[in-house]
Every structure is written in structure tokens, then in C-alpha cells.
């Protein structure tokens, strides 16, 4: 038991970034959602979507695992978020149950955050997406998803997301 509490204290010194890291500041605008989850109900009323933010690699990428429940079938998938040196931008790899992919950036202005453009493929459906999210008070945002269709864009859902307690 001794050697056990002594390993414990050392851990800190053994590992001083990882004990001590803050989580990188170029995740400033997104930082509110890390360490909580959100939840909101898609405008069927039917379906909720809940993302679980956390940071990981002593703050390096900020990872969101998230859940839709009330389908057809269940559906999760999961995006992390990474700081890229040669565009300047927090950039993300998005991947989900089904084998979809997209990658994307997010921009930051005037309290929003911008998911430009983006592709999705499953290796069937191959479909181009772009999202923002504004804040909501202190506990929601709203995210807003459109969907490129020909002739422009539509909008495929908009969700309050909620803190979750």
C-alpha cells in the first residue's frame, strides 16, 4: 500500500505537462463545451442528438462523442478537434457508426462558430454539408445544419442544444 501511495504522489513529477497542461488556446471559442454534455431534440420531436465534449492529450484535441437516440436504427459517431499549423484553424475528423467520414475547419466570428463546407461520405451517400453555432445564454447554443442540394443550400435541421446538469 506504501508503494502505491508513493508512485501516486510521483505521478506529477514523472508527468509534469500532462499533469499541469492547460488546454490549447486556440480552442478559446469552443472551450464552453469541454467537460459537459448537450442535448437537444431534432425538429421531429422524435430523435435527440447529445454530444459529450472532453478534453484529451493534456488539452491538445478536444474530442466530442455524440448520440442519437428515437431512429431507426442507433447511430453515434464521434469528432475530434485539432489545432492545424499550416492553415491557422481548428480543424476536425468526423467519423460514425455507419463508416461516414468528413473533415472540416471551424472559423470563429462575432460569437459563432463556422463549420464551412464540408463532404460526407459513407462509401454509399456522398453529401456536402455546413453548420454554425451561436450561443444560447450560458447553457444552450443553437446549431444549425444545411444540406447543398442543386441551386443552393436547405436547411437540414436546427437544434437547441442544452447544457446537461
Not at 82 to 94: G, H, M, P, R, T
Request: glycine share 10%.
Amino acid at each position: 500500500m506504501r508503494t502505491l501511495l508513493i508512485v501516486a504522489l510521483q505521478l506529477p513529477l514523472l508527468f509534469p505537462v500532462a499533469a499541469r497542461a492547460e488546454p490549447s488556446a486556440h480552442f478559446g471559442p469552443q472551450a464552453f463545451l469541454a467537460g459537459s454534455c448537450w442535448k437537444g431534440t431534432f425538429p421531429d420531436g422524435k430523435r435527440t442528438d447529445e454530444h459529450c465534449y472532453e478534453w484529451v492529450f493534456a488539452g491538445k484535441f478536444l474530442r466530442d462523442r455524440h448520440t442519437v437516440k428515437g431512429g431507426e436504427a442507433p447511430y453515434a459517431g464521434e469528432t475530434i478537434y485539432f489545432w492545424d499549423a499550416d492553415s491557422k484553424l481548428v480543424n476536425y475528423i468526423y467519423l460514425n457508426v455507419l463508416g461516414g467520414v468528413s473533415k472540416g475547419t471551424v472559423t470563429p466570428a462575432d460569437g459563432v462558430l463556422y463549420f464551412p463546407e464540408e463532404k460526407y461520405s459513407d462509401g454509399k451517400t456522398e453529401q456536402t454539408y455546413r453548420s454554425t453555432w451561436r450561443r444560447d445564454g450560458d447553457d444552450a447554443y443553437i446549431a444549425i445544419s444545411e444540406l447543398k442540394v442543386p441551386g443552393g443550400w436547405t436547411e437540414a435541421w436546427r437544434i437547441r442544444m442544452q447544457k446537461q446538469k
